[in-house]
Nanobody
Framework: VELVESGGGLVRTGGSLRLSCAASGRTFGPYVMGWFRQVPGKEREFVAGISWTSGEANYADSVKGRFTISRDIPKNTVYLQANSLKPEDTADYFC????????????????WGQGTRVTVSS
């Protein structure tokens, strides 16, 4: 599986962005796609994950109510709609894939995209 993200950029506080991640390659069984983020010098942080089959989603408390993860099955694409952005959302955002079920630890995800930077100005 390969992942390619797009959609990052610079936005003002309170603004919105939509990140996209297109997946290619073969998958087997149930799997999850999601997003992590990382600020330089800090650990990778789980943002959101979605079960590809059921559509069940899970969010970090820090983004609940502001971010929405969704998927387009025919396009093999996962999206992260980020609204009401805050300066503390500034980070590199990584699309991820894992077989099985949603987990929040970064080292349980097998495939990572190259990352896309989101910068929220105050």
């Amino acid at each position: 599986v390969e992942l390619v993200e797009s959609g990052g950029g610079l936005v003002r506080t309170g603004g919105s962005l939509r990140l996209s991640c297109a997946a290619s390659g073969r998958t087997f069984g149930p799997y999850v796609m999601g997003w992590f983020r990382q600020v330089p010098g800090k650990e990778r942080e789980f943002v959101a994950g979605i079960s590809w089959t059921s559509g069940e989603a899970n969010y970090a408390d820090s983004v609940k109510g502001r971010f929405t993860i969704s998927r387009d099955i025919p396009k093999n694409t996962v999206y992260l709609q980020a609204n009401s952005l805050k300066p503390e959302d500034t980070a590199d955002y990584f699309c991820v894939y894992k077989a099985g079920f949603i987990r929040t630890r970064w080292n349980e995800y097998e495939v990572w995209g190259q990352g896309t930077r989101v910068t929220v100005s105050s």
